[in-house]
């Protein structure tokens, strides 16, 4: 068994911050929405085109977007269909990222990090305030979800330990970054069981139980790192969503919740349908039930109903209450 010691250790705390800052609103003020990550979260917005409007919330491209799960995401639905007012998202997550890719290399060169999505992309765009998107520190949430690729391409080699807390530190000091920006109400989406995807599966239970072990630390980091954030900043209020939980919890029983009851097969994908279907709920014979009855639609990403449970899920606890 490899020593995940080193990464559990890396923060100290891990006691969730309650939002308790004169600058959370509460979810009904949220007007504007920042979001970082990866293709869990991506919606293949582009920044030099269209901006979010009331025409599209999201800017661009049309809704739901350039999804991996085939239909809205969490981004998706978070914006449309769970919004408490009118909801502006800019939203710069790109496929493959990790925190870093100097720390984890992604799939390819060209993936744009959290770093880069900071650096390159919100910070000149968007630091700003610009008329487009003039957002304000009282109304603005930023959410970051980042986890499964730098684990999932770190974790069988020899020094993940030593990479995946180094990665952790980096994604601390960049929500520093953001914070010195304005940014001041945050929510991070904490890693799925992924380790029961159909990926991890393939390779053995051995590669199971090591990225289940992981994904643990990991996870147990970015509370701690939540809650450094707004013991370090007064008026920083900071929320994690245990994604990993509500996975947990459809993967074991579909009907926990109601967006996810339709779900007939929760272990496996179909080769048919890995590449997404010309609509969210196609049939085909040889695949035995419709897509949207899959949990998952290839080898790593879920259909778009554990998407909107997550989003449901999101709101109420951003919210205190229950839809």
């Known amino acids: 068994m490899r020593n995940t010691t080193a990464l559990l250790a890396l923060l100290a705390g891990s006691a969730l911050a309650a939002p308790k800052s004169t600058c959370w609103p509460g979810w009904e003020g949220i007007s504007h929405m920042v979001v970082f990550g990866d293709s869990y979260t991506t919606t293949g917005f582009n920044d030099t085109l269209a901006q979010p409007s009331k025409a599209n919330p999201l800017g661009n491209p049309a809704y739901p977007g350039y999804t991996a799960t085939n239909g809205p995401n969490w981004v998706d639905f978070l914006t449309t269909t769970y919004n408490a007012t009118f909801l502006k998202t800019v939203n710069l997550a790109y496929g493959g990222a990790t925190v870093d890719s100097a720390l984890v290399r992604p799939y390819l060169p060209t993936v744009l990090s959290l770093k880069d999505q900071i650096y390159?992309?919100?910070?000149?765009?968007?630091?700003?305030?610009?008329?487009?998107?003039?957002?304000?520190?009282?109304?603005?949430?930023?959410?970051?979800?980042?986890?499964?690729?730098?684990?999932?391409?770190?974790?069988?080699?020899?020094?993940?330990?030593?990479?995946l807390a180094q990665d952790i530190a980096e994604y601390a000091s960049l929500m520093d970054v953001l914070y010195q920006s304005g940014a001041r109400n945050f929510l991070f989406l904490n890693v799925p069981p992924v380790n029961?995807?159909?990926?991890?599966?393939?390779?053995?239970?051995?590669?199971?139980?090591?990225?289940?072990e992981y994904i643990s630390a990991y996870n147990a980091n970015i509370t701690a790192m939540a809650a450094n954030l707004s013991s370090t900043y007064a008026d920083a209020t900071t929320f994690v969503f245990n994604t990993h939980r509500i996975f947990r919890q459809v993967l074991n029983d579909p009907?926990?919740?109601?967006?996810?009851?339709?779900?007939?097969?929760?272990?496996?994908?179909c080769v048919d349908y890995e590449n997404g279907t010309d609509s969210w709920y196609t049939f085909d014979a040889d695949c035995g039930v419709a897509v949207d009855e899959y949990f998952w639609l290839n080898s790593l990403h879920p259909t778009f109903r554990m998407m909107n449970a997550t989003a449901k899920a999101i709101v109420e606890e951003l919210s205190g209450s229950l839809w």
């Open 120 to 163: 390159q992309e919100y910070i000149p765009n968007y630091s700003t305030h610009p008329k487009s998107f003039n957002w304000k520190k009282k109304n603005t949430l930023f959410a970051s979800f980042f986890g499964i690729n730098d684990i999932g391409n770190a974790y069988s080699n020899a020094n993940a330990s030593t990479v």
């Open 196 to 212: 029961r995807s159909p990926l991890t599966v393939a390779q053995g239970h051995a590669s199971q139980r090591l990225e289940a």
């Open 255 to 269: 009907c926990s919740h109601l967006e996810t009851c339709a779900y007939k097969n929760t272990t496996d994908y």
